[in-house]
C-alpha cells in the first residue's frame, strides 16, 4: 500500500487523490484495478475513524465540512440582458406590483387566514366580529357606530339590488326594441297587393313562414354534414330515416369506340321513326 503521504484524502466530499507516479509496464488495466483498489480501502479506512451514530438501525458516519474546491463543469451563467420594459421601468421609477399572498396573519387570532371571502383575517376599518369600535377624538361618544356600520353594510347591499333590477330592466328594454319590425308601418304596393313594409322580412334573414315536414328533415340533413366529418359519425335518432342520396350520374368508358357507335346509331332511329297516325295523315 502507498503511503500516507502520497495520498491527498477530503473525506467531505469523499475525495481522495494518489500522488504517486503511475509507472505502465506489463498489463495497463490490472495496474490501474490494483491502484484503485488501495485507494479506495485507504479512504473507507479514513472514514472508519470518523465519529458515528445510529440513525433508523443504520450507523452513519458524520462527515466534516468539504476543503476541496471541486471545479465547475461549465462557466458560470452570465446574467441576463434586462428586457425594454425593465429598462423602461428603472428610467421611470416604476416599481412592479408583487402578487400578493391569499393568506394573512390575523394577529387576534394567531393564525393565517385568507384575506377575503369566509373565515377571512380582521382587517383595520373593515372589522365586522369585533366587540370594540375606538372613538376618534372629534366624534360624538354617544353615537351608535355598530348600527352605523350595520346600516352603512345594508345600503351598500340594496344600492347592489337596485343596480341589478336596473341592469334586467335595461336588457328587456333593449329586447323589446330589436323584436319590433325592421321598417316602418308604411304600406306599399307588391305584386298588385298593398302590402306593410314591416312585414317584408329582410334579406340574409330567412323567411318567418313554418316549414313543412320535408324542409325540415332537408335542414337537419344539411346540419349534420357540416361537420369536419360530413357527418360521417353523427349519430341517427330512434325511428329516424336515411337521407335519400342523389343517383350518382354514370360515365360510359372512352376506351371501346363501337359501343359509342352503336348508340347513336340507335337514337338516330328513334329519331327518324315517324308514328303511324302522321304517316296516314300523309298518306291521305
Not at 387576534?108 to 383575517?121: D, L, Q, S
Request: proline fraction near 6%.
Amino acid at each position: 500500500m502507498s503511503t500516507e503521504a502520497s495520498h491527498y484524502v477530503d473525506v467531505g466530499n469523499l475525495l481522495i487523490i494518489n500522488k504517486d507516479p503511475i509507472e505502465f509496464k506489463i498489463d495497463d488495466n490490472n495496474q490501474l484495478n490494483v491502484l484503485t483498489q488501495k485507494s479506495t480501502q485507504y479512504l473507507f479506512d479514513k472514514i472508519w475513524d470518523l465519529p458515528r451514530k445510529v440513525v433508523q438501525d443504520a450507523t452513519c458516519a458524520t462527515l466534516p465540512s468539504a476543503e476541496y474546491s471541486l471545479p465547475r463543469e461549465k462557466p458560470i451563467p452570465k446574467p441576463k440582458e434586462p428586457t425594454k420594459w425593465e429598462k423602461f421601468a428603472k428610467e421611470k421609477g416604476i416599481v412592479s406590483k408583487k402578487k400578493r399572498s391569499k393568506k394573512v396573519w390575523d394577529e387576534t387570532t394567531k393564525e393565517w387566514k385568507p384575506r377575503y371571502g369566509y373565515k377571512r383575517a380582521l382587517k383595520e376599518g373593515n372589522e365586522t366580529k369585533d366587540w370594540l369600535i375606538e372613538i376618534p377624538d372629534k366624534a360624538d361618544p354617544y353615537k351608535d357606530y355598530f348600527a352605523e356600520r350595520s346600516n352603512n353594510k345594508k345600503e351598500q347591499a340594496n344600492k347592489q339590488e337596485f343596480q341589478r333590477l336596473k341592469n334586467i330592466s335595461r336588457n328587456e328594454k333593449n329586447s323589446q326594441l330589436s323584436s319590433k319590425p325592421l321598417f316602418n308601418s308604411k304600406k306599399m304596393k307588391i305584386n298588385g297587393n298593398l302590402e306593410p313594409l314591416g312585414s317584408r322580412q329582410p334579406i340574409g334573414l330567412g323567411s318567418v313562414e313554418e316549414k313543412s315536414k320535408e324542409q325540415l328533415i332537408h335542414q337537419l340533413n344539411r346540419a349534420k354534414k357540416s361537420t369536419s366529418s360530413a357527418g360521417k359519425f353523427q349519430k341517427n335518432l330512434k325511428g329516424e330515416k336515411p337521407p335519400k342520396m342523389g343517383i350518382k350520374r354514370k360515365f360510359e368508358p372512352n376506351d371501346d369506340l363501337s359501343n359509342e357507335r352503336n348508340r347513336q346509331l340507335e337514337i338516330l332511329n328513334k329519331l327518324k321513326q315517324k308514328p303511324k297516325e302522321k304517316e296516314n295523315e300523309i298518306g291521305n
